[in-house]
């Protein structure tokens, strides 16, 4: 990426760059001892991006978290170029840390072409007139402005929720990409669990961790606009659990599709 970039995003996805090897060095501390998934995918969205022409955007992403994650230490993203072609490249990402390997992704970009635009229109679950403002208590949650269910007193936020950046991003089709991947991993492991599984930690609570995630970006993104994350569980067995989300702009159009399974180990 080329310019001035002056949003927190933006500089998150400034890379020392040597060929197509990206290195970038998280915060010295974060919310919690791992990294946080939605950080490492944005920034390995990142780098895959930044080795394709600028006329292809992203058209979607499909991710392993292979380990957890450190605060200030270096990631590699080494960048692998599966294919270029008329209408999509593909793009492999590692991401290591301290020559461990912590991230999988596998990335395709495509050049936009006319054609249908359909997509289902169902209720929303919670409008945005009835949903109140939360402070949840997670990682670089104070990024953004969350509205939730009333009756949500957990300390994340458990969608359906409306969600948009407290700042504005710039006009870059790239770093808004970057941005919904950020923010897309906010929801869908506490919608992932058990029945019955408290949320809250404490003496005696589960273990979680996000295992894989995929997004595909169908329309353009205005992170600063309020948006609609609808998540959905699919199915829970052999201590994992497998969820479908749907980011929804305030006009009910549907802007991206996610899905993520986690790993959910009671006591």
């Known amino acids: ?3 001035v970039k002056h949003s927190w995003i933006a500089r ?7 060929g197509d090897v ?13 990294l946080f998934g939605g950080l490492i995918a944005a920034q390995s969205l990142g780098a895959a991006g930044a080795t394709v022409e600028p006329g292809k955007l992203p058209q979607s992403l499909h991710l392993y978290f292979v380990r957890g994650g450190r605060y200030g230490v270096d990631v590699e993203l080494h960048v692998g170029r599966t294919r270029d072609g008329r209408s999509f490249d593909t793009r492999r990402v590692t991401a290591i840390q301290q020559g461990a390997v912590i991230l999988e992704m596998i990335a395709s970009f495509h050049a936009a072409e006319p054609g249908a635009d359909e997509y289902p229109t169902p209720t929303p679950s919670l409008e945005l007139a009835e949903a109140r403002l939360k402070d949840p208590d997670f990682g670089y949650a104070s990024r953004f402005q969350i509205r939730t269910r009333p009756e949500d007193d957990s300390v994340f936020a458990v969608p359906p929720f409306w969600i948009r950046t407290r700042e504005e991003i710039e006009d870059d ?3 808004r990409a970057c941005t919904l991947t950020f923010m897309s991993d906010f929801g869908p492991v506490p919608v992932a669990r058990p029945s019955g599984v408290p949320l809250e930690e404490g003496e005696g609570s589960a273990y979680a961790a996000s ?7 169908h329309r353009p993104f205005v992170p600063h ?5 609808e998540v959905h569980p699919l199915n829970v067995g052999d201590s994992r659990g497998l969820v479908h989300g749907s980011l929804y702009d305030a006009g009910g159009t549907l802007i991206a599709t996610t899905t993520q399974e986690a790993l959910w180990r009671c006591p």
């Open 22 to 34: 990206f290195v970038t060095t998280p915060p010295p501390e974060g919310p919690g001892p791992r």
């Open 12 to 18: 998150l996805l400034q890379f020392e760059r040597d």
């Open 211 to 217: 295992l894989d995630h995929s997004v595909w970006f």
């Open 1 to 3: 990426m080329t310019g």
């Open 225 to 229: 606009d309020w948006h609609r994350y």
């Open 173 to 175: 089709p790239l770093v």
